[in-house]
């Protein structure tokens, strides 16, 4: 017995095979005792000691018990039938009456790959050979009854072939050494897997020794002499595959003893030599437990899916019948008024029809709600018209603060059109705009003070037009999200020498969502390189035809420079606005929409305002989204002081309490505690539509597939890339997964970081927001969370089509979500020898952490993502440093920072899927 534990490791090396092969032969052949799980693991004495009898006592017992001649006389090799002949037990001595020991185990190897044929060796007599014989398996027999358990069976002898004499030995014959090279006892090395076999231990009956010689060379080829095999014993068979319904040997399971293996388990050969016409034998597994236990997944996983395909089958069915039967919804009525925000039973009760009737439709839509639970407008709007109602939504408050008068036909009065002018920052927008204020001054206005304002009005054959000169993007997206409609007409700037760019496109595409017809101006025409034809060829591909070539789309020539076409272009403005016959009823209480707010040092709160309808006047009491006042002055786009203001007409408002949102409306109401109840109202149901709407409105991946739909469902996608290259890739790749039952449109893509533009684009279409290595600016991120809006970055191509399966399959998993820490602004460079670059950076809000990520933001752009290798604090190395600090920090594994680059420290976290806004 061993005097001390050994480990696997030191167990292999001391009988000399690898760790590896050692954990094999255990977990092959005792995996009910005694399980390795690696190198470290202890191994039983017991277990070890009979280790060491199996592969170490043997070889100091070992001799050549063939004479050389033998083995190097080659021969044919022998047919099928000789080589299935297996010499039967020799006459074993007499055993003396014993008690029964322990099943010894002796190892078996396993072939890897075919065997070559090999010199033959004669075999040895019967008597010499008792233990080599118990290596053969015993061919099939009759069922007999059991042994007595005191006497144990012995296998019974049968004459071997004659060969010559050796001298009987109890330990195994081995084959004898190759010609020229004399016998030497065997010395354990260890040995590559890959081309020897790999030996397995299996129980061995009492009687027999555990011990297998080597693989045998392979059968001598068959002669005229050697071609009729001795025939087997009487009584005997030749060992094969077994007869049909014989038992089938199996090794030992569980913990209980170990038994020999039944007759006929193993085809006949020699151990280790494959039998004829087999294959190779695939390499030993490691017990075949890890492979069960995906089965077992996999199996349970089929029966989930399963069951899920039942219950979704059984609900269409419920849903078509439940379509089949007409609703009873009592009393019809063409329209109906609701609040901003209501609950399920005051929608209900509204139209008359059972709450019950109304969640069933509110679920069919993607939304789960209770009777008592809130939701928005738009939902409720949806929801009446199925029911036949057309639901007219009137924000909270406003039943006690409008009074709402009829516009009646002859009250209409023509009104100015309101003109929002989009293009490419270097496609001369703002030069454009330049040249009509001056051809407007140079008509007779007086002034010419640079506007202050977003918007301004000038003055073309006696009418009135006015121009919104806030982002187009912000103008089209911010107010379609409030539904609020500002703009009549959209001229869209584009070079002559320069063509569509990707702003062009974006523009187009926030023009064509908000429905406002477009007009191109088609600017530096008075450049030697100018091609308008091109210009046309470019925006008919993008679907806007122009009237000269059978389209809609009205498309003039203008110089900037020169002021040539501008007076075409704004008689073209003002005959669209004709088309459109725009009225609206100056005689009554006014009412507008706030374009822009600001908080002056000496004025206060001031938010700039174009009236839609009414005359605005100093005095009036107005409420304005969340907040109210009274007008105590108005000042129009010239920078002068006006008593009042019309429709269509931009006016800067002074007095209000608070800083109102761009796209909030503006009412007249009577007096100041009417104003009051109303903006307290105000803000405290838009908190409620915010609650609402995080819970119920919005679209992320993981409820894209959760919402089911009439028809084909279809998941909108905005794309912003670091290059046009990634965006026209990611945009082929995203709708190329479409099929029958999803489309994916990209509704936009663009280059540059992520701008709130693009957050009110996607929330007020409902879509999905991906950046590709580009990142969002402060007041994107938080627009996007207080729009409920799903954000979402990658870097690599596959990842973002990965995700959108899983999205079309339901199946989209955890997410990781990103915790921005802190910024650092890069303001100078130092390079310093044997250390490498380091930047002095200030960090201008929360905090940067030597042990967290970063990311190098370049103008928006992300240029490397990595670690920081060293952070300090004047001389002092730091573990992080905080807002308004400045700090040294060296980039591992990057070297290229330049002044004004901005280093984002972030961490991840992985956190479950949630309903909306995962990101």
């Not at 505690?673 to 992320?700: N, P």
């Amino acid at each position: 017995m061993a005097t001390r534990k050994v480990k696997i490791f030191e167990l292999a090396k001391e009988v000399g095979i690898t760790s590896k092969e050692l954990i094999v032969l255990f977990n092959e052949r005792l995996g009910g005792l005694f399980e390795a799980k690696n190198a470290l693991t202890v191994v039983p004495d017991q277990v070890a000691d009979l280790v060491r009898s199996v592969l170490l006592k043997p070889t100091a017992a070992a001799a050549p018990s063939a004479p050389p001649a033998a083995s190097t006389a080659p021969t044919p090799p022998a047919p099928a039938e000789a080589v299935a002949e297996r010499p039967a037990p020799a006459a074993a001595p007499k055993a003396k009456a014993r008690e029964p020991e322990t099943p010894r185990l002796r190892p078996v190897t396993t072939p890897v790959r075919a065997s070559t044929p090999r010199k033959a060796a004669t075999p040895p007599p019967a008597e010499s050979l008792p233990e080599f014989v118990a290596s053969a398996p015993e061919p099939p027999a009759p069922q007999a009854a059991p042994p007595a358990p005191l006497s144990p069976p012995v296998p019974k002898a049968s004459p071997a072939p004659k060969a010559p004499p050796a001298a009987p030995s109890a330990a195994p014959t081995r084959p004898a050494p190759a010609p020229g090279a004399p016998a030497a006892p065997f010395r354990p090395t260890p040995r590559p897997l890959g081309d020897q076999p790999i030996p397995r231990l299996r129980p061995v009956p009492h009687g027999q020794s555990s011990i297998v010689p080597p693989r045998r060379p392979a059968p001598p080829p068959t002669t005229a002499a050697s071609a009729s095999p001795s025939a087997p014993p009487p009584g005997m068979q030749p060992g094969g595959m077994g007869r049909p319904g014989a038992p089938v040997a199996r090794r030992p399971m569980g913990n209980g003893p170990f038994r020999p293996l039944a007759p006929g388990a193993r085809p006949a050969g020699a151990p280790g030599v494959p039998a004829p016409g087999a294959t190779d034998a695939p390499a030993p597994s490691s017990g075949g437990r890890p492979g069960d236990k995906r089965s077992h997944q996999e199996k349970a996983t089929a029966k989930k899916d399963r069951e899920k395909d039942l219950l979704l089958e059984k609900e269409r069915a419920r849903k078509k019948k439940s379509e089949s039967s007409p609703i009873d919804t009592g009393k019809k009525l063409e329209t109906i008024e609701i609040p901003d925000l209501l609950t399920v039973q005051e929608l209900a009760t509204s139209m008359i029809v059972p709450a019950k009737d109304v969640i069933t439709e509110l679920i069919k839509m993607g939304t789960m709600a209770t009777i008592n639970q809130n939701i928005p407008a738009d939902v409720a709007t949806a929801v009446a018209k199925k029911f036949g109602f057309n639901a007219v939504v009137k924000e909270a408050g406003e039943e006690v603060t409008v009074e709402q008068e009829e516009d009646r036909p002859e009250m209409m009065t023509p009104r100015p059109p309101v003109v929002t002018v989009l293009g490419h920052v270097d496609h001369g927008k703002t030069s454009l705009l330049d040249k009509i204020r001056r051809a407007d001054v140079a008509a007779g206005e007086a002034g010419g003070i640079t506007q202050k304002i977003g918007a301004y009005t000038v003055e073309h054959n006696d009418r009135k037009i006015t121009f919104i000169d806030t982002p187009g993007h912000e103008a089209f997206t911010a107010m379609r999200a409030r539904g609020a409609r500002v703009t009549d007409v959209a001229i869209l700037v584009v070079a002559a020498d320069d063509g569509v760019m990707p702003q062009t496109r974006e523009a187009i595409n926030h023009a064509q969502a908000a429905g406002v017809p477009i007009v191109v101006a088609i600017n530096k025409i008075d450049k030697g390189d100018a091609q308008p034809d091109r210009v046309k060829q470019q925006l008919s591909e993008l679907g806007l035809q122009p009237v000269d070539w059978g389209g809609k789309t009205e498309m003039v020539p203008v110089s900037a420079r020169t002021g040539e076409g501008i007076d075409h272009l704004l008689e073209t403005v003002l005959l669209e606005a004709d088309i459109r016959d725009l009225k609206a009823n100056k005689n009554r209480r006014a009412g507008g929409v706030v374009i822009e707010s600001s908080l002056d040092r000496g004025r206060g709160a001031v938010a700039t305002v174009l009236v839609q309808t009414g005359t605005l006047r100093v005095g009036d009491i107005v409420v304005v989204g969340g907040t109210f006042g009274k007008v105590r002055a108005l000042i129009d786009d010239k920078g002068r002081q006006v008593k009042k203001a019309g429709p269509s007409i931009p006016v800067e408002v002074m007095g209000l309490q608070d800083i109102p949102s761009a796209g909030d409306t503006l009412v007249v109401v009577s007096d100041e505690r009417v104003a009051r109840e109303a903006a307290d109202k105000r803000k405290s149901r838009r908190r409620d539509v915010r609650i609402a709407a995080t819970t119920t409105q919005k679209v992320s991946l993981e409820t894209f597939m959760s919402m089911p739909t009439e028809g084909k469902k279809t998941l909108n996608i905005i794309v912003k890339a670091d290059g046009q290259g990634s965006v026209e890739a990611l945009r082929a790749r995203m709708e190329s997964l479409s099929n029958d039952d999803v489309e994916i449109r990209v509704i936009h893509g663009g280059v540059g970081a992520i701008t709130p533009n693009d957050v009110n684009l996607a929330s007020a279409s409902n879509a999905v927001l991906i950046g590709f290595n580009v990142r969002p600016d402060e007041t994107a991120k938080r627009l996007a969370d207080n729009e409920s809006v799903d954000l979402r970055f990658y870097q690599v191509i596959y990842d973002i089509e990965d995700d959108l399966k899983k999205a079309m399959r339901g199946m989209l998993a955890p997410v990781v979500r990103e915790v921005t820490l802190g910024h650092a602004e890069v303001r100078q460079i130092f390079k310093v020898s044997k250390v490498g670059t380091i930047a002095g950076c200030y960090v201008r809000d929360g905090k940067i952490l030597r042990n967290s990520k970063i990311r190098v933001l370049r103008d928006g752009t992300v240029v490397f993502t990595g670690e920081i290798e060293s952070l300090r604090r004047i001389k002092d190395d730091v573990r992080e440093v905080a807002e308004g600090f400045e700090c040294g920090i060296q980039v591992a594994r990057f070297s290229d920072l330049k002044d004004g680059d901005v280093i984002e420290s972030f961490t991840t976290e992985q956190v479950a899927a949630e309903l909306v806004g995962a990101s």
